[in-house]
């Protein structure tokens, strides 16, 4: 067995041949301290069930296991017209939702209109900003968009109002995710725990606060996908106790990572090393200020409180699983601004900015913070940062899903340290990490923008940005995306704090044959792409 380090192109497909080729069966069971709250892929946004959601839905597009290469998913074929602003695209035959139904283009206009509908009260809408008629759906003008076209049931044409250098890369996210309308309108807001797609799993049971059990979809259309029969998710577990039960081989994959308490020692045991799962991602933690909850709507504040936080610290926390961060990109990001020196750790500066901004006695504040360890540990730190120069934060400490609706929430979260759910990549892009997290289309009900910044000159300038589709145009697009987060720094809507390596662990029984599959952008494992050695 070897560890896996899967950054970029670091798992070719060559490898992912030969995992196709292994044998059939076996099970895993992965651990995971809270429940899921949703597997609907229009709604379901965090890294616990990003990976499961990607197990179950398929969209036109997709990645080559490990990388961060598009390849064509339910997308047989496709052509690009009319300057970059016209995508057609032809669909595999005899594809099958987990009912029975053969899917049709008719299911991805119904998918793409369902997303970008404000009812639907989608976190990714925004990503679709490009295709004609998004503006007349966000705006409730109309219920379809009129880009999307139909062209015969196996056929579907999109128009963009402009030319996007993302937009493939749209299609492989799991917003992009094609469902059947029957199932989706039988259970409306509750589909999200029926879920029925046409990925290599499907839903056989979900005892809320327990356990998930995904089962094999025989009649997948990719030819020998998935090598598992079974996947089981046990809910309510510590990460210390999903540990031990991973050493006593009672469970395959701690979902939540190896607890920091235990990171050292585990990464330097022989019996346990080289069951570690590095997976290289595009990530950013970072602590929102809602710019529309005072006294976060003075600039002068979030400059201060920029300056109080001791990243170092945070750093150590975590047994030096990252690094210091000072601008929203990761450093392996195009984009990103080398010689870019942030706001420096000066707790003295910070409390006379606060004099300046009229908060010389500070004030009082709350920092949401998921709970799982280190994250409130890390909360605590910033709590004595910010005492440091007069702020008093009360720590609210919640279940994932609770923070995520706190912060999509215009008027709850004054602050959130996004430990747990900070921000890894949908796709190998800049102009991730601004739309969903910092753009205008984000901050919205149920978004992700929860510091609920909104600048529509850098939204302008988002776009054309990203109009620049022509690749003798990517040095002056860099630059541009460079110049609007060096802009949002100005801005200080966030405090970026580290970033961070993940890291997990598998059993001795998992391998593909000597591999996981774990893609650097936002999926810890690619579950359709794990192989149990215990087969009879």
Not at 16 to 22: G, M, P, S
Not at 88 to 107: I, M, P, Q, S, Y
Not at 469 to 478: F, G, K, V
Request: hydrophobic letters at 40%.
């Amino acid at each position: 067995m070897t560890s896996v380090l899967a950054l970029g192109a670091a798992i070719g497909t060559a490898q992912a041949q030969d995992f196709t080729d292994a044998k059939q069966g076996g099970s895993m069971i992965v651990t995971y301290k809270d429940d899921v709250s949703t597997l609907d892929p229009a709604i379901g946004y965090d890294w616990q069930n990003w990976s499961m959601i990607k197990s179950l839905f398929d969209g036109l597009m997709d990645y080559e296991p490990g990388t961060t290469v598009l390849k064509k998913d339910l997308a047989e074929d496709y052509t690009i017209t009319d300057g970059g602003k016209t995508f057609t695209f032809t669909l595999r035959k005899g594809v099958k939702f987990h009912n029975g139904r053969e899917l049709t283009a008719e299911d991805v206009k119904y998918s793409l209109d369902r997303v970008t509908n404000p009812a639907t009260q989608s976190p990714g809408a925004g990503f679709f900003g490009s295709i004609a008629g998004y503006d007349a759906m966000a705006s409730g003008e109309a219920d379809s968009l009129s880009g999307v076209t139909v062209i015969d049931p196996y056929t579907v044409e999109i128009k963009l109002s402009r030319p996007d250098a993302t937009f493939l890369h749209v299609m492989a996210i799991n917003f992009s995710s094609i469902v059947p309308k029957e199932v989706v309108e039988e259970y409306g807001p509750d589909f999200g725990k029926h879920p029925v797609g046409s990925g290599a799993f499907k839903l056989a049971d979900w005892t809320l606060g327990q356990s998930l059990t995904f089962e094999r979809n025989a009649d997948y259309w990719h030819e020998g996908v998935p090598k598992l029969d079974q996947i089981t998710f046990e809910i309510g577990l510590e990460p210390i106790v999903a540990l031990l039960r991973l050493q006593q081989g009672q469970a395959d994959i701690p979902g939540d990572g190896i607890p920091p308490a235990k990171f050292l020692e585990v990464t330097s045991d022989p019996a346990y090393k080289d069951f570690v799962i590095e997976g290289g991602q595009l990530h950013t933690g970072y602590i929102t200020m809602n710019v529309k909850m005072p006294p976060f709507d003075n600039v002068k504040v979030r400059q201060a409180v920029n300056m109080a936080i001791n990243k170092d610290r945070a750093v150590r926390i975590i047994n030096g699983r990252a690094v210091p961060a000072n601008q929203p990109l990761p450093p392996s990001m195009p984009g990103y601004a080398p010689d870019y020196k942030g706001y420096a750790f000066d707790p003295e500066a910070a409390k006379a900015l606060l004099a300046e901004a009229g908060f010389a006695d500070g004030f009082e504040t709350e920092l949401y913070v998921y709970n799982t360890d280190p994250n409130p540990r890390i909360a605590q730190s910033f709590q004595q940062d910010l005492a440091a120069i007069g702020i008093k934060a009360e720590i609210r400490s919640l279940a994932q899903a609770n923070v995520i609706a706190a912060g999509g929430e215009p008027d709850q979260a004054p602050m959130i340290w996004s430990g747990g759910m900070a921000w890894i990549a949908d796709f190998p892009d800049p102009s991730n990490f601004y739309g969903p997290i910092l753009g205008c289309d984000g901050a919205v009900q149920g978004g992700w923008n929860w510091s609920w910044y909104c600048n529509a000159d850098l939204d302008a300038k988002a776009v054309e940005a990203d109009a620049m589709t022509d690749p003798a145009m990517a040095a002056e697009r860099e630059a541009k995306w460079r110049e609007i987060y060096l802009s949002i720094m100005e801005d200080a809507p966030w405090v970026p704090v580290f970033n961070e390596q993940r890291f997990t662990m598998r059993s001795a029984k998992l391998g593909g044959p000597n591999e996981i599959f774990v893609d650097p952008v936002h999926v810890p494992v690619n579950y359709d792409y794990v192989y149990s050695n215990d087969v009879q």
